[in-house]
């Protein structure tokens, strides 16, 4: 059974920084691409930040030289590094498994003072 589960969240004040974690199982992981999406209230899911199985990163413009995505093999785990927050990242953070259309619970991130 595939599950991903997300933690890291929390309130931070603009300009501060997170780190997400996203813990993946019932898979092979290092062969499996995996994405980070957000969802901010009233608005749609987006896309954030994918890696490949080689670990070929992509991003959003919006969060372009501010999140990082990385992936540890060995853990079983994506993460997602924020710096630089802004009030406009709050959001729900989910990651998402592509090839079996898999999705975590969530995290909540709030940016603000």
């Known amino acids: 059974q595939v599950q991903l589960v997300e933690s890291g969240g929390g309130l931070v004040q603009p300009g501060g920084s997170l780190r997400l974690s996203c813990a993946a199982s019932?898979?092979?992981?290092?062969?499996?691409?995996l994405d980070w999406y957000r969802q901010a209230p009233g608005k749609r899911r987006e896309p954030v930040a994918s890696i490949s199985g080689g670990g070929t990163t992509n991003y959003a413009d919006s969060v372009k030289g501010r999140f990082t995505i990385s992936r540890d093999n060995a853990k079983n785990t994506v993460y997602l590094q924020m710096n630089s927050l802004k009030p406009e990242d709050t959001a729900v953070y989910y990651c998402?498994?592509?090839?079996?259309?898999?999705w975590g619970q969530g995290t909540q991130v709030t940016v603000s003072s």
């Open positions: 019932g898979i092979i992981f290092s062969i499996n691409p």
């Open positions: 998402r498994l592509p090839l079996h259309n898999s």
